[in-house]
């Protein structure tokens, strides 16, 4: 009876791993879709902040890092301000992205 506990245990371990949100995935994906806007580091682009006259949040700040892996997804879909969706990214490149945001914490 333990041993089946502990083999159902360590395959639902091992089922929750595959779908968890990896963060070095979600760089990758920041680096090629976000990037140009909110920086390397998440530090919004100067230059686009000008630009466009839009106040564009730092990653780092609390305001950001307090926001839900959800409320950060829905903002990549469907855009907020003058931010359009970012359409290339959805579903578990989403959830990376979000993943990799909360690792930007000051």
């Known amino acids: 009876m333990k041993k089946t506990i502990s083999l159902v245990f360590l395959a639902s371990i091992a089922a929750a791993s595959l ?62 301000g003058k931010m359009r969706p970012v359409k290339t990214v959805s579903g578990s490149d989403a959830d990376d992205v979000a993943a990799f945001i909360h690792t930007l914490k000051k």
Request: proline share 3%; glycine share 8%; hydrophobic share 40%.
């Open 19 to 80: 779908f968890a949100a990896s963060a070095a995935n979600g760089k990758a994906i920041y680096d090629r879709s976000c990037k140009a806007c909110h920086g390397a580091d998440g530090t919004p682009n100067p230059a686009i902040v000008n630009m466009m006259k839009v106040d564009i949040k730092d990653f780092k700040s609390a305001a950001v890092q307090g926001m839900s892996d959800a409320d950060i997804k829905n903002i990549i879909a469907n855009g907020k």
